[in-house]
Nanobody, 125 residues
Framework: QVQLVESGGGLVQAGGSLRLSCAAS????????KGWFRQAPGQEREFVAA????????TYTDSVKGRFTISRDNAKNTVYLQMNSLKPEDTAVYYC??????????????????WGQGTQVTVSS
């Protein structure tokens, strides 16, 4: 069964760091576009970052540029989101997603075919 499992969320003070991981089952996932989205209470799910199949192309939403880094290890079938200089407004449930194509780091959640269950990130002020 296809699965994406996130880990690494938690509570951190403003200015701190967290690294999220998303482990995928299934060899095909190694070559899929991977993305991170987040959803805060009462808000719509929003795009955070995406990476193409070989890590050569990354896309970020403006609010996280320079603070967050998306990367992947295809040998481990895992994608990461390193989050530095965290702010209270980064508080949300973070979701990993996979798009069944090698190219196209889309910002549109509708373009992604598989989703994880989410991991909570809480940043205190």
């Amino acid at each position: 069964q296809v699965q994406l499992v996130e880990s690494g969320g938690g509570l951190v003070q403003a200015g701190g760091s967290l690294r999220l991981s998303c482990a995928a089952s299934g060899r095909a996932f190694s070559y899929y576009v991977k993305g991170w989205f987040r959803q805060a209470p009462g808000q719509e799910r929003e795009f955070v970052a995406a990476v193409n199949w070989n890590g050569g192309t990354t896309t970020y939403t403006d609010s996280v540029k320079g603070r967050f880094t998306i990367s992947r290890d295809n040998a481990k079938n895992t994608v990461y989101l390193q989050m530095n200089s965290l702010k209270p407004e980064d508080t949300a449930v973070y979701y990993c997603a996979a798009r069944s194509t090698r190219w196209g780091t889309s910002r549109d959640a509708n373009d992604y075919d598989y989703w994880g269950q989410g991991t909570q990130v809480t940043v205190s002020s």
